[in-house]
């Protein structure tokens, strides 16, 4: 399918494209942003970014959706996306640094999840957090995700093994509070 555009209030979530590449790689380029993400190396340069935008295309499954987020005015912001795990759907995100405490990523997880749900016939998206990422888990808990236990996760930014807080959002708890 061809990625939407979803717009909100604020935000503009769109396809990645090619000049992403700048601004993903100064604002990933923080370890404050890598080690919170499991994926992501430190340092992380032009180079990377640019070869992770090259694996992104328009045309995509569901499952594999990925969204650069711009600030209406600002410009981008951060990213947030779908990518199939063990057990099914996973979302992840992250916002450069500039951007953080102003319920951005609030607001783009809830259009990202509308749009998920309506779009995918899953009944459950999981996702998670390294343990001591209290500002991500609150928005999850925010907005319904419930934990499931505990895991070790590679971090590639801290080149270790980290202790993950696993969550997931069910489709009937999204719908409750959804209406
Ligand atoms: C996590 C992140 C996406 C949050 O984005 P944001 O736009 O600042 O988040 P929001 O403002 O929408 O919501 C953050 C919530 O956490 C709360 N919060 C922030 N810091 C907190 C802390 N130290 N302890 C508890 N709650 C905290 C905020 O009060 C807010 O909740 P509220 O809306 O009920 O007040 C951003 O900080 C980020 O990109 N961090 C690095 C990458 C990352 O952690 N990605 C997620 C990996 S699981």
Not at 120 to 134: E, K, L, T
Request: contains cysteine; proline residues 4%; negative net charge.
């Amino acid at each position: 399918m061809m990625l939407p555009i979803i717009e909100t209030d604020r935000l503009i979530l769109r396809a990645p494209r090619a000049q992403d590449a700048e601004p993903i790689a100064h604002y990933l380029n923080d370890f404050d942003v890598a080690g919170n993400l499991a994926r992501v190396p430190h340092p992380y340069y032009l180079s990377d970014a640019q070869a992770w935008l090259r694996t992104r295309h328009v045309d995509v499954d569901v499952a594999d959706a990925n969204f650069s987020i711009d600030v209406k005015g600002q410009g981008y912001a951060g990213h947030i996306g779908f990518h199939s795990g063990a057990l099914g759907p996973v979302i992840g995100y992250w916002l450069g640094k500039p951007f953080w405490g102003r319920g951005i990523m609030t607001e783009a997880m809830i259009s990202a999840l509308d749009w998920f749900f309506a779009t995918s016939r899953a009944p459950i998206v999981y996702s998670g957090v390294f343990h001591f990422n209290q500002a991500s888990l609150a928005i999850q808990h925010k907005l319904g995700f419930t934990e499931t236990g505990r895991s070790a996760l590679l971090c590639l930014a801290r080149e270790a093994e980290v202790e993950h807080i696993d969550t997931q959002l069910t489709l009937g708890v999204w719908k409750a509070r959804r209406t």
